[in-house]
């Protein structure tokens, strides 16, 4: 069974440009996480998906940065425009519904320059 | 709101070693709590998922221990090896598929 899968890996793009981080999660994963790594730091969470709805974007700056999950599958987490601090591992993870263990994808290593 | 402290934030020890790494929560109320592994540049690894119902949970050389009443979690790594050098991640649930994670440890194991 696959695991979870993002793309790109990374991504080197100028202040103010936009960007998108895409995620595939588990098969029959129904829960879907999106959060953000500091260098040194541990992850925070941004966004989390209950199959399409979004259950807990207290987080996310929504003044830059948007998701969305169609069909409640894949995820696609965006940010527009970038700034400096956005430079960071965007982390994204599921689980299945009743099971609370989740699984993580390698990341996107996003710099902004 | 959920706290996590994982203390040592980071940790050199060399090689056959046992070691302990400490995770502390500041909301009791926890469903499971889970113990990551990430390697330099890569995702999170999952090693253990304790039930809250457990005291602990066992894979291979990794024991984790759980004391949900006083906010505690313990990760122990025997006879520790070169290729356990890594950050060490602790995470408890709480209601809402609330996943929150502490700094991490990392921990470095000399030839």
């Known amino acids: 069974e696959a695991g979870v899968v993002q793309s790109p890996r990374y991504k080197i793009i100028e202040k103010k440009q936009p960007v998108a981080f895409w995620c595939n999660p588990i098969?029959?994963?129904?829960?879907l996480y999106w959060y953000r790594q500091n260098l040194g730091q541990g992850p925070e969470l941004l966004i989390r998906y209950e199959n399409e709805e979004a259950v807990d974007d207290s987080q996310l700056p929504k003044d830059r940065f948007s998701a969305e999950r169609l069909k409640g599958v894949d995820s696609t987490l965006k940010i527009q425009p970038a700034e400096l601090g956005d430079s960071a591992v965007y982390l994204c993870a599921s689980t299945r519904q009743g099971n609370t263990e989740a699984f993580f994808g390698q990341g996107t290593r996003l710099t902004v320059v | 709101k959920q706290e996590v402290t994982q203390i040592p934030a980071a940790l050199s020890v060399p090689e056959g070693e046992n070691l302990v790494l400490n995770c502390s929560f500041t909301d009791s109320a926890i469903y499971n709590l889970q113990w990551f592994r990430q390697d330099p540049g890569k995702g999170l690894t999952s090693l253990l998922l304790?039930?809250?119902?457990?005291r602990e949970q066992t894979s291979g050389r990794l024991n984790a221990s759980l004391d949900k009443s006083s906010g505690r979690s313990t990760l122990y790594i025997a006879a520790s090896q070169p290729g356990d050098s890594a950050t060490y991640l602790c995470a408890p649930w709480n209601a809402g598929n609330m996943l929150t994670f502490g700094g991490g440890t990392r921990l470095m194991v000399k030839p």
């Open positions: 304790i039930q809250s119902s457990q």
């Open positions: 098969s029959g994963h129904n829960t």
